[in-house]
Nanobody, 114 residues
Framework: VQLQASGGGLVQSGGSLRLSCTASGIIFSSTTMGWYRQAPGKRRELLAG???????TYVDSVKGRFSISRDNAKNTVSLQMNSLKAEDTAIYYC?????????WGQGTLVTVSS
């Protein structure tokens, strides 16, 4: 199983980025996908998740700014991030887990300059 994340980079405060994560080796359409982030010196936190049926949930800190989506035909989950703030600077990870599996992508760095 491989989760390949991309799309990170440097952006100014107030800007936008779109992260993507392409999965291989799993039945993507049947699994819940999530995006996490870990800022320097902080714990990894769940930001958003999307079920196999397309139901999405968000942590309060990103509601209204971030949007998670999936394309089952391309085995891809995306995170559209708008109105970025300096405190959004972190390494972002995609993730999936089930009863017998737990997989992480390699992480992609997002840096928001103020």
């Amino acid at each position: 199983v491989q989760l390949q994340a991309s799309g990170g980079g440097l952006v100014q405060s107030g800007g936008s980025l779109r992260l993507s994560c392409t999965a291989s080796g799993i039945i993507f359409s049947s699994t819940t996908m999530g995006w996490y982030r870990q800022a320097p010196g902080k714990r990894r936190e769940l930001l958003a998740g999307i079920t196999s049926g397309g139901i999405s949930t968000y942590v309060d800190s990103v509601k209204g700014r971030f949007s998670i989506s999936r394309d089952n035909a391309k085995n891809t989950v995306s995170l559209q991030m708008n109105s970025l703030k300096a405190e959004d600077t972190a390494i972002y990870y995609c993730h999936t887990e089930g009863r017998r599996y737990n997989y992480w992508g390699q992480g992609t760095l997002v840096t928001v300059s103020s």
